[in-house]
């Protein structure tokens, strides 16, 4: 069973940076597809990135494209998203995801672990 556990977020004025932080236990994330989504209320969770075994970020959503970096440390078997140049728009609970499979996917439906969220504010 693979638990996944975020850390990090908080209250940012826009223009900064933050780097949340997803723990992952039960697995290692070389075997597993990480990715981030995020979700505001009343919508849709919605993909940000994701980062597949070898360790290549993946894909990015183009709203954070050039903005946002998915990474890991594979020797504290975590996986990070920094964000920089923050608007009040990537305001958000960031979930991180796991799944066994080697391909990455930006549909949710894919993703066979949750961890519980991380709320990001980005204050105007």
């Known amino acids: 069973q693979v638990q996944l556990e975020e850390s990090g977020g908080g209250l940012v004025q826009a223009g900064n940076s933050l780097r949340i932080s997803c723990s992952a236990s039960?697995?290692?994330?070389?075997?597993?597809?990480m990715a981030w989504f995020r979700q505001t209320s009343g919508k849709e969770r919605e993909f940000v990135a994701a980062?597949?075994?070898?360790?290549?970020?993946?894909a990015y959503a183009d709203s954070v494209k050039g903005r946002f970096a998915i990474s890991r440390r594979e020797t504290v078997n975590t996986v990070y998203l920094r964000m920089n140049a923050l608007k009040p728009e990537d305001t958000a609970v960031y979930y991180c995801a796991a799944d066994r499979s080697q391909d990455y996917s930006t549909d949710d439906g894919s993703y066979e672990y949750w961890g519980q969220g991380t709320q990001v504010t980005v204050s105007s």
């Open positions: 980062i597949d075994w070898s360790g290549a970020p993946s």
């Open positions: 039960g697995r290692t994330v070389t075997t597993l597809t």
